[in-house]
């Protein structure tokens, strides 16, 4: 083995442990939580290691970085999701390659995405990203959609071709009621997950927690928890 295949082993080793450590606190099947990689700013080499290593999902947070790379790995077993936030201009090319989108927040790009999953003859999971930082209104800094707007923007992506709802999706917020409470910002995640499912009973993804905060994303009840730095290491530059 590499040094850096021994290294991501061992993050990787290490990561599985706190996951399955939360599933057993949580009384839920270790099975229930799916663990996506996330491998922005590192290289499509890391991933081809990741995937030799058994990860079957990887994630990316932006298109100009994620295009080349899941080209350079489209031979390998995998399942991508983008997590950033997403212009329009770019939905043609990420409904390239990704599997599911963790990003959706607002009716222009659930236009911008249907029509490019449509020409490229793709069905893509969509997850409503919902932003904790505020109840109604705007999205939040970081891209988002108020908690009160989910239910609309899930009836547009079921009117829409080529997409389909699968979830919702947050980050624990840096400002706002939930500031420094992943706990309780994604026990409202979940809260909003359950309304969404009523109508939508195939939207069952609820995708939290990262390196920081994933034993309190499993404890509210997260299927998809996406890290990176504590598989990959620190990223080269603040990102
Ligand atoms: C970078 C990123 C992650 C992973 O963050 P880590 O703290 O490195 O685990 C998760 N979700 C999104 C949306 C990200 O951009």
Redesign the pocket.
């Known amino acids: 083995m590499t040094d850096r295949k021994a290294e991501l082993a061992a993050n990787l080793a290490r990561v599985e442990e706190r996951i399955t450590r939360a599933c057993v606190a949580a009384g839920r099947a270790r099975e229930d939580v799916t663990l996506v990689v ?1 491998t ?1 700013t590192h290289p499509a080499d890391d991933v081809r290691l990741l995937a030799e290593l058994g990860v079957r999902h990887v ?1 990316e ?1 932006r298109d100009q970085e994620a295009a080349p790379k899941a080209a350079a790995c489209a031979d390998l077993p995998l399942t991508w999701h983008f ?2 936030q997403l212009q329009t201009n770019k939905a043609r090319s990420v409904a390239r390659y990704a599997d599911f989108v ?2 959706v927040d607002r009716p222009r790009l659930v236009t911008a995405l249907s029509s490019a999953a449509e020409r490229e003859g793709r069905r893509i999971g969509c997850l409503l990203q919902v932003a904790l930082d505020r109840e109604s209104g705007a999205a939040g800094q970081r891209g988002g959609v108020a908690p009160d707007g989910v239910g609309e923007l899930a009836a547009e992506l079921d009117a829409a071709v080529g997409l389909w709802a699968a979830g919702v999706m947050t ?1 624990a917020p840096l400002s706002g009621p939930y500031a420094g409470r992943p706990r309780a910002a994604f026990d409202r995640l979940r809260e909003i997950s359950t309304r969404l499912r009523a109508d939508h009973p195939a939207a069952n993804m609820m995708s939290a927690g ?3 905060d994933l034993e309190e994303a499993v404890a509210a009840g997260a299927t998809h928890v ?5 598989v ?1 290491g620190e ?1 080269p530059g603040l ?1």
Request: glycine share 10%; proline share 0%; charged share 20%.
């Open positions: 996330v922005k994630a947070n997590v950033g963790h990003s980050v990262m390196s920081a996406r890290i990176g730095s504590a990959l990223r990102r």
